[in-house]
């Protein structure tokens, strides 16, 4: 019960500690620096995509206005694109501007793709649909599984990384500054 206590005062005095005297902050150029120096060591598990998922009711009006559009890259053809689906749409996920695994997207489909990256490889655009709905997919960049990961989608493994590396280092020089402490003024018992 006492170690136990020990320890609880030990660990309130550490996080108090870290919250007065530790830098949290952590910059952009710190986190680019640290993924330039160890890139090898976040290489994809699963195949990646910025894409637009759209599930729509297949007697949606315009819907080969919205195939267009959706194919598109322009700005206002997007904005067009947001427009209809929020009227029609049952669906409409917009990771454009995000890493997702495909598996995320391709669970929404009514199909399975058994071979992902020559899917990709072959399509920036796919179209399928059953009885109900039509579903479309826009792929706009992608990222092979075993390939390197980039920077935006591993950006919060890198801070929890850097993070808990600063923290070590603050406990351990929190710890021997206290028993160096100690030395000076003879004031510990083994």
């Known amino acids: 019960v006492n170690e136990t206590r020990t320890n609880l005062v030990i660990y309130q005095y550490q ?3 870290m919250l007065e005297k530790m830098d949290t902050v952590l910059s952009d150029s710190e986190i680019e620096n640290y993924y330039a120096a160890n890139e090898k ?13 759209i599930k729509l009711p297949v007697e949606t ?27 029609f749409a049952e669906k409409f996920d917009d990771f454009d501007e995000k890493w997702v695994p495909l598996d995320r997207i391709t669970v929404e489909l009514q199909q399975d793709i058994n071979d992902q990256e020559n899917f990709l490889k072959k399509n920036t655009f796919f179209e399928t649909s059953d009885s109900q709905s039509v579903y479309l997919i826009s792929i706009r960049e992608y990222r092979l599984r075993s390939s390197i990961a980039p920077l935006e989608y591993v950006r919060d493994e890198i801070k929890s990384i850097i993070w808990n590396n600063r923290r070590f280092e603050f406990i351990q020089s929190l710890e021997n500054g206290i028993y160096n402490e100690a030395l000076k003024e003879n004031s510990f018992k083994i």
Do not use: G
């Open 41 to 53: 060591s976040f290489v994809l598990n699963s195949n990646i995509v910025k894409a637009v998922l």
């Open 61 to 87: 009006p315009n819907l080969n206005k919205i195939k267009l559009l959706a194919r598109s890259n322009n700005h206002n053809d997007m904005l067009q694109l947001e427009s209809y689906c929020f009227q």
């Open 15 to 17: 996080k108090q500690m």
